[in-house]
């Protein structure tokens, strides 16, 4: 009964480093999301993807690319990480249409 | 105008006092709404649906008001464990599932 699961849960890296945080769920959900929590701007919707091999932009996706070879799993790659990308990181996925989402626990990055 | 609107708080009550939330949203066409409870440094977790006619699971009772356009979180006989953030959530059913998140109530329930 895993559900969505991240990893790391902790990462701190310094500026330019680049990394991959990684999600997979278990519920045959095609739709999976990221988002960025960052204090008084609730969640942000960095990158989607409807199904394998399908991505797309959300409303903060400079810096982020992401890719869906498989149902299960989409990660998140920070190409040349900045300060401003610290934050809590959480991966999400649907079954789409009006369905709710289901979280992993969240990524808590550090940038210096 | 934000896509969604909350209002932040704190709100701090007693236990066993009722308090309610509401939550506005921009897009008319918006077709689905929940409400999710986020714990201190958590995840986000399925609180409730929001069904148009209203619905009610427990202690907690969601509305939806499209006229209005907002969607409201009554909680009855409040307690301790109740205290956290409640995000308001739409999907703003532009094609795909575009959900936009409120930046959260806060609710402190004290003894």
């Known amino acids: 009964n895993a559900g969505v699961t991240q990893t790391p849960k902790f990462q701190v890296l310094k500026t330019g480093q680049s990394m991959t945080l990684q999600c997979a769920q278990d519920m045959n959900h095609e739709y999976m999301s990221w988002y960025r929590q960052d204090p008084g701007m609730g969640l942000r919707l960095i990158h989607y993807?409807?199904?394998?091999?399908?991505?797309d932009q959300g409303e903060v996706p400079n810096g982020y690319n992401v890719s869906r070879s498989t149902t299960e799993d989409f990660p998140l790659r920070l190409l040349s990480a900045a300060p401003s990308q610290t934050s809590v990181y959480f991966c999400?996925?649907?079954?789409?249409?009006?369905?709710?989402?289901?979280f992993g626990n969240g990524t808590r990055l550090t940038v210096t | 105008r934000k896509e969604v609107e909350q209002d932040p708080g704190p709100f701090n009550v007693p236990e066993g006092a009722t308090v309610a939330f509401n939550c506005t949203y921009s897009n008319s066409a918006s077709q689905s709404f929940f409400w999710y409870r986020q714990d201190c440094r958590k995840e986000p977790k399925l609180l409730m649906s929001?069904?148009?006619s209203g619905n009610e699971d427990g202690r907690f009772t969601a509305q939806l008001n499209r006229a209005s356009q907002y969607i409201s979180l009554l909680i009855r006989d409040s307690k301790l464990s109740d205290s956290a953030t409640y995000l308001c959530v739409v999907n703003m059913n532009t094609g795909f599932q575009k959900l936009v998140f409120g930046t959260g109530t806060r609710l402190l329930v004290s003894p």
């Open positions: 993807s409807v199904g394998a091999g399908i991505t």
């Open positions: 999400a996925s649907s079954s789409g249409g009006r369905t709710p989402l289901h």
């Open positions: 929001v069904y148009s």
